[in-house]
């Protein structure tokens, strides 16, 4: 994924002081988090979009941190909810509990009711649990005993999984992937970076205490309203669309794919492509911002073929190859 610039062609007024508290945001975050730009990135674009992400990543590469990092400097309300399998659905979206004092059963919210759930080894959980999670990031309510809870705005689930280590997970199935709008790999930091890391922690930096770190909120949920209203009103040409299309109808067609993109998928790298646009300060979608999100918003919503998997085929192999077949609309 690319970095977004600051440059505010094409925006002015509050878009213009909106993309600049999101900017802002990188280099805040950037106090607790070392590199990791296009984690940050990716999470900016599905809170503009109103998606959720999957962060996939070996342990200790810092994804819990990065999302409470991000909540600090956005001054968001966050939880962490650790999957387990004998975590029940009630412990997420909450239960009625009895009251003795009233003999009447009221309302006990869970974790979910925040803005920023961090869903830490989702996949340790069994899909009961897993499913727990699906009316919450659709439909943004919980419904308990019939009656719907509409949950704070705004929600975006984190969840988080380990990419090699399968023994006692719940893989997570495809209805449940293709509701996360972008999949983000963290990956293990470059040798300049771990010796920065290194060398804070030397230095006393306490990756529990953000505030003392000097995280700071720098954006807000106003900000973010008008970031929304904004990407919204990004062109989109219609060659742009057709050129969507053709890519997600490309996963369906190849050889190695037993399980191609759907609408939805299409709809979301439509929607990420807008919003990266408008990052960049541009207000209309060239087809570069397509190519930019095409792997985050649509590497989980693929499956490979097994005899494509033995022989060394990743997701990310074919949609590149897919991208640079299907033609670019001048």
């Given at each position: ?17 909106a ?17 990791q ?5 990716g ?21 819990t ?12 309300d ?14 997420v ?32 959980t069994p ?13 943004r309510?919980?419904?308990?005993d019939g ?10 689930v984190?969840?988080?999984q ?11 199935p ?43 909120p ?11 209203a ?17 890519i ?6 190849s050889?190695?794919?037993?399980l ?40 989980h ?19 590149n ?10």
């Amino acid at each position: 994924m690319m970095d977004p610039t600051t440059d505010n062609a094409g925006q002015g007024g509050d878009a213009g002081t909106a993309r600049t508290a999101l900017e802002a945001l990188r280099a805040e975050i950037a106090k607790a988090v070392v590199g990791q730009d296009p984690a940050v990135t990716g999470l900016v674009v599905a809170l503009l979009c109103r998606g959720h992400v999957l962060l996939e990543g070996v342990p200790g590469v810092a994804k819990t941190l990065l999302v409470r990092a991000l909540a600090s400097a956005l001054e968001l309300d966050t939880k962490r909810v650790q999957f387990t399998p004998d975590l029940m659905p009630s412990d997420v979206t909450g239960s009625l509990v009895y009251d003795t004092r009233t003999a009447e059963f009221s309302f006990q919210p869970g974790p979910v009711f925040t803005n920023l759930l961090l869903a830490d080894e989702i996949n340790r959980t069994p899909p009961k649990t897993q499913s727990s999670l699906l009316e919450a990031m659709e439909e943004r309510q919980v419904t308990v005993d019939g009656t719907p809870r509409p949950l704070p705005e705004p929600f975006l689930v984190a969840a988080t999984q380990n990419p090699v280590e399968y023994e006692g997970t719940y893989p997570l199935p495809e209805a449940q992937l293709d509701r996360f709008l972008l999949k983000l790999t963290i990956p293990l930091p470059s040798r300049q970076d771990e010796i920065d890391v290194l060398t804070r922690h030397a230095s006393g930096f306490d990756p529990r205490d953000l505030r003392a770190a000097g995280v700071r909120p720098v954006a807000g949920p106003a900000d973010l309203e008008a970031a929304r209203a904004a990407v919204a009103k990004t062109t989109v040409s219609p060659e742009i669309t057709a050129y969507v299309v053709d890519i997600c109808r490309a996963t369906r067609e190849s050889p190695s794919l037993t399980l191609g993109v759907s609408p939805r998928g299409a709809t979301a790298l439509l929607a990420t492509s807008r919003a990266w646009a408008w990052l960049t300060g541009r207000d209309y979608v060239i087809p570069d911002d397509v190519k930019a999100l095409a792997l985050p918003t649509l590497r989980h919503r693929v499956q490979l073929r097994p005899e494509a998997e033995m022989e060394g085929v990743t997701a990310d192999s074919v949609i590149n190859a897919i991208l640079a077949h299907v033609p670019v609309p001048r």
